[in-house]
C-alpha cells in the first residue's frame, strides 16, 4: 500500500496462463565473497569472467578432495565424489552438480567408472553418441532427453519439451501417446522398434529426475570460481569467506582449521591492527596472513568497530587503554563491548594483563564519559591542545593463568582461539586411543557406524524430556579439531550429571553413525579425563628460570603420587641444569596449568 507502484500476485502456476514470464532470482552470498576476496587480491589482477578453465591447480585440489569453503562442493559426501572423479574440465564439475541429487546419485559410480577409463560408454544408439559423449554415455541433462527426442524420432524443439514434461508428470495417459510417437518417429529413421521403446523407457526413468545443464552450470561456474580463488589465492579467499561468516563461530572455526592446514597464519584481534572485516596483513617475513576481525568478536557490532578504524586511521594508533578511552567515547564504547575486546586480546598491544585490563573497564567508560562531554560541551584547553594528558597507571593486578585466558577467548570469540585446553594433555590422549572429532566422518565413512573415544571440553548442555517421560540431553564439547555434540539417555546422564559442568575435560565413549554429511553420536560412556589419565606413565619436564620457583612447586607436587617421572631443567645463563626428581608422580593437566602459571617456571612439557 504504500509503494508508489501498483503491484501484484500470481500463484506461480497460473503465471504462464496470465502470459507472463516467471523468474526466479537467487540471492548468493558467495557472490559477495568473489568481489570481496577480488578487492583484496586487486582490481585488474583477476577477472572473474576470464578466468582460465583450465587451471591445473584448481582441479589437482579438487582431485585431492581440498573443497572446505568451495561453493556447492564443501559437503564430506561431496569431496568424496570429488577424490574418485578426479575432475579436470569445466564440464566434470557441470555434470557434478547436476548428479549430486537423490537419484541421479545413482549414476555418479557409471560416470566415474568410464570417466577413469574402466568401463566402455554405452550411448544407447550410435546416432546418440554425440549427445551422450560429453557425459561419458549417461544421462544428465533435461536438454539431453529434448536433443534425444529430436535427433533419434525428429521431434520439434517444441514437442521434445512437451514430451520432457508428460514425462515428469508420469500421466500414463500421455505417456502412452507419446509412446507411439516417439516410436515411431525413430522407427522412420531406421531405429529398431525393440530398441526405440528401450530407450524411451530408460529416458523416461530419467526425466522424471533430471537436471536443467542451463542452470547447473551457472553454478558450476561459481563453484569453479571459487574454487580457483581459494587455490590461487587461499590469503584472500579465506578473509573474504571468514568477513561472510562473521556471525558464525562454529564455521569460522572451520575456516581456522582449514588455515592451519594450509600453514596460513590468523593473527588475533588487535585494536591496533584489525578491521572491522578480516583482512590480509603482511608479515615481517613477507609471508601474508589473515588479521582476526574486530566486528567478529562476539557482543562487538560492525558499525562501532567501523568508527573506531576510522578514529584509528585518522589519529593514529592508540597508545594506551586511556588514549583509546579517551578517544572513542562512549558512542563507540560500551560495557560489553570492551569486556569482550579485552577478553578476546585485542587490548593486548595496549596492555598485556588481561585481568588488569578487565577490572580497569568501569574506569575507562568513565574517562570516556568525560571526554564525551568535554567534546560536547566545546570546552577548550587553556593551553591549547598540545600538551598530553599526563600518563595514568593501571591498579596492580596478577594476570589470569593460561586455562583462565583460554575460558575467557571463548566467550569472546565462540571458539578456542591461541590455543585449546586439551593442547595440555599432550601424548596422553593417544595412549588413550582418543580420536579428534574432525577425523570422525572419514573413519566412519571408511568402517561404518564405529565406537569411538573423543575427549573434550564440556561446553553447554540441553536436557529434555521423552514422550515416555524420561530425561536425556545433547552435550556440546570442544576439542582441538572443533566442536561435536554427543546424545546422552537417562541412564548415563543420571549417573554422570555431576561431571557435565561447562569447562570440565571428559573422556567419552560413544556410537558414532554418519547421517549424511551429520556425525550423530550416542554416549555410551563418560568419565573425567584427569581421573582416566591418572593410571597412564606421562612424565613432565619442568623449565624453571629461577630457584625460588622450587619451593612453590615442591607444595604443588608433594602429595601427587603416581607413575610418572619429572624432571627439573634449570635455565641458567644459556645452559640448562636438568635432574630428576626421587619418586614418581601423577600429574593431572589441570594441575600442570597451575605449575606452568607459578611465578619462575617457564615451561611445563610432557615426555
Not at 507419446?178 to 529398431?192: I, L
Not at 589419565?533 to 625460588?548: C, F, H, M, P, Q
Not at 617421572?565 to 644459556?574: K, M, V, Y
Request: include cysteine; charged fraction near 25%; proline fraction near 4%.
Amino acid at each position: 500500500a504504500r509503494s508508489s507502484m501498483p503491484a501484484t500476485q500470481f500463484n506461480m502456476k497460473y503465471v504462464e496462463q496470465a502470459g507472463l514470464v516467471k523468474f526466479d532470482f537467487l540471492g548468493l552470498k558467495t557472490l559477495t565473497v568473489l568481489d570481496r576476496a577480488v578487492d583484496l587480491i586487486g582490481r585488474g589482477k583477476v577477472e572473474l569472467d576470464k578466468l582460465p578453465l583450465d587451471d591445473a591447480p584448481t582441479y589437482a585440489m579438487l582431485t585431492r578432495g581440498d573443497a572446505t569453503g568451495v561453493f556447492q562442493l564443501e559437503g564430506s559426501g561431496m569431496r568424496d565424489t570429488l577424490r574418485k572423479l578426479k575432475p579436470n574440465r569445466f564440464e566434470d564439475i557441470i555434470a557434478l552438480v547436476a548428479l549430486y541429487r537423490p537419484g541421479p546419485m545413482d549414476d555418479i559410480p557409471k560416470y566415474i567408472s568410464v570417466k577413469n577409463g574402466n568401463e566402455p560408454a554405452d550411448y544407447l544408439h550410435p546416432m546418440l553418441k554425440d549427445i551422450l559423449q560429453e557425459t561419458y554415455g549417461i544421462m544428465v541433462y533435461q536438454e539431453q532427453v529434448m536433443q534425444i527426442a529430436q535427433v533419434l524420432s525428429s521431434y520439434s524443439l517444441g514437442g521434445a519439451d512437451l514430451l520432457r514434461r508428460a514425462m515428469g508428470k508420469k500421466i500414463q495417459s500421455e505417456m502412452d501417446a507419446q509412446r507411439t510417437t516417439f516410436v515411431e518417429g525413430a522407427v522412420a529413421n531406421k531405429v529398431e522398434q525393440h530398441t526405440a521403446s528401450m530407450i524411451f523407457d530408460k529416458v523416461a526413468k530419467f526425466a522424471g529426475y533430471g537436471f536443467n545443464k542451463c542452470h547447473s552450470a551457472p553454478y558450476a561456474m561459481v563453484a569453479y570460481q571459487t574454487a580457483y580463488l581459494k587455490a590461487n589465492y587461499p590469503v584472500e579467499f579465506f578473509a573474504a569467506s571468514m568477513t561472510l561468516d562473521m556471525g558464525n563461530p562454529d564455521k569460522l572455526n572451520v575456516f581456522r582449521r582449514e588455515l592451519d592446514r594450509l600453514k596460513i597464519p590468523l593473527l588475533a584481534p588487535d585494536i591496533n591492527k584489525s578491521r572491522e572485516i578480516f583482512s590480509v596483513e603482511t608479515m615481517p617475513d613477507g609471508k601474508k596472513a589473515i588479521r582476526y576481525a574486530l566486528s567478529a568478536v562476539r557482543n562487538v557490532g560492525r558499525a562501532a568497530m567501523t568508527g573506531l578504524v576510522v578514529e584509528r586511521e585518522k589519529g593514529g594508533a592508540f597508545k594506551d587503554v586511556f588514549d583509546m578511552a579517551r578517544r572513542l567515547d562512549t558512542h563507540i564504547l560500551n560495557k560489553r563491548l570492551l569486556e569482550s575486546l579485552v577478553k578476546a586480546g585485542a587490548l593486548d598491544c595496549l596492555n598485556a594483563n588481561r585481568a588488569q585490563s578487565l577490572q580497569a573497564v568501569e574506569s575507562l567508560l568513565k574517562i570516556a564519559g568525560a571526554a564525551a562531554e568535554e567534546r560536547s560541551s566545546n570546552q577548550v584547553n587553556l593551553f591549547g591542545n598540545a600538551a598530553e594528558p599526563a600518563r595514568q597507571a593501571l591498579p596492580p593486578l596478577r594476570d589470569w593463568g593460561m586455562m583462565e585466558k583460554l575460558q575467557h577467548e571463548f566467550e569472546a570469540i565462540g571458539f578456542y582461539f591461541s590455543s585449546h585446553p586439551l593442547e595440555s594433555f599432550g601424548k596422553s590422549l593417544g595412549r588413550l586411543g582418543v580420536v579428534r572429532a574432525a577425523e570422525l566422518p572419514n573413519l566412519i565413512s571408511s568402517r561404518g557406524e564405529s565406537r569411538v573415544r573423543l575427549a573434550g571440553t564440556l561446553i553447554d548442555k540441553q536436557e529434555r524430556t521423552s514422550a515416555r517421560g524420561n530425561r536425556f540431553a545433547f552435550v556440546q564439547l570442544s576439542d582441538q579439531s572443533g566442536t561435536y555434540e554427543v546424545m546422552i539417555f537417562s541412564e548415563l546422564l543420571s549417573s554422570r550429571r555431576d561431571l557435565l559442568q561447562p569447562g570440565t575435560a571428559l573422556l567419552i565413549g560413544a556410537d558414532a553413525r554418519l547421517d549424511g554429511d551429520m556425525v550423530k553420536m550416542t554416549g555410551q560412556s563418560i568419565e573425567s579425563l584427569d581421573k582416566a589419565l591418572a593410571n597412564t606413565s606421562a612424565g613432565l619436564r619442568i623449565v624453571i628460570k629461577e630457584t625460588d620457583a622450587l619451593e612453590p612447586l615442591r607444595r604443588a607436587i608433594k602429595d601427587l603420587k603416581g607413575k610418572g617421572r619429572i624432571t627439573l631443567a634449570l635455565d641458567l645463563d644459556n645452559q640448562e641444569v636438568e635432574m630428576a626428581l626421587p619418586g614418581l608422580y601423577n600429574v593431572p593437566p589441570t594441575v600442570r596449568h597451575k605449575l606452568a602459571d607459578l611465578p619462575g617456571v617457564l615451561q611445563v612439557e610432557e615426555v
